[in-house]
């Protein structure tokens, strides 16, 4: 069994920026040159998350409107009184920092209207990564 790991960098614009990483993914995958296995897609932070969803404008829209009604911004939390971000923390706790997907015969396996983004949960633009982690052989 081999392990390959890669890092993403990049910069987001602040709260619920949702960027499409499907790309970036399939082309660790290939590189990899694991045949079959899973890759692991995991976020370090508190305040990012990364999801599978359609890359479609209206219903990235609507994803970022249920995450403002499910957890409101002001809503006088305990948390975050200064950088005043517990609706960050919260919104990503419910969406979770990894997304694990299959690799059969050298690709990666996913839906046709399945995208993988990464989510921008924090109140500010900030810098971040992406941890990617292919397994198999």
């Known amino acids: 069994m081999r392990v390959v790991r890669k890092e993403?960098?990049?910069?987001?614009r602040g709260e619920i920026d949702l960027i499409d990483i499907t790309?970036?993914?399939?082309?660790f995958v290939a590189e990899s040159e694991i045949?079959?296995?899973?890759v692991l897609i995991f976020v370090p932070g508190a305040t990012g998350a990364v999801v599978a969803i359609?890359?479609?404008?209206?219903l990235l829209e609507d994803f970022?409107?249920?995450?403002?009604e499910l957890v409101p911004k002001e809503k006088g939390y305990l948390h975050g009184r200064i950088d005043d971000n517990a609706h960050s923390h919260l919104r990503a706790t419910l969406l979770g920092p990894s997304l694990v997907f299959p690799i059969?015969?050298?690709e990666l396996?996913?839906?046709?209207?399945?995208?993988?983004?990464?989510?921008?949960?924090?109140?500010?633009?900030?810098?971040?990564?992406?941890i990617l982690q292919a397994i198999g052989d």
Not at 8 to 12: D, I, M, P, V, Y
Not at 54 to 58: F, T
Not at 115 to 122: H, M, P, T
């Open 8 to 12: 993403l960098r990049f910069s987001t």
């Open 23 to 27: 790309d970036e993914v399939e082309r």
């Open 35 to 38: 045949t079959n296995g899973q």
């Open 54 to 58: 359609e890359h479609e404008e209206g």
């Open 64 to 68: 970022r409107r249920l995450l403002r």
């Open 104 to 106: 059969i015969d050298g």
């Open 109 to 130: 396996v996913r839906g046709t209207w399945q995208q993988i983004f990464f989510v921008e949960l924090d109140t500010r633009p900030r810098k971040r990564k992406v």
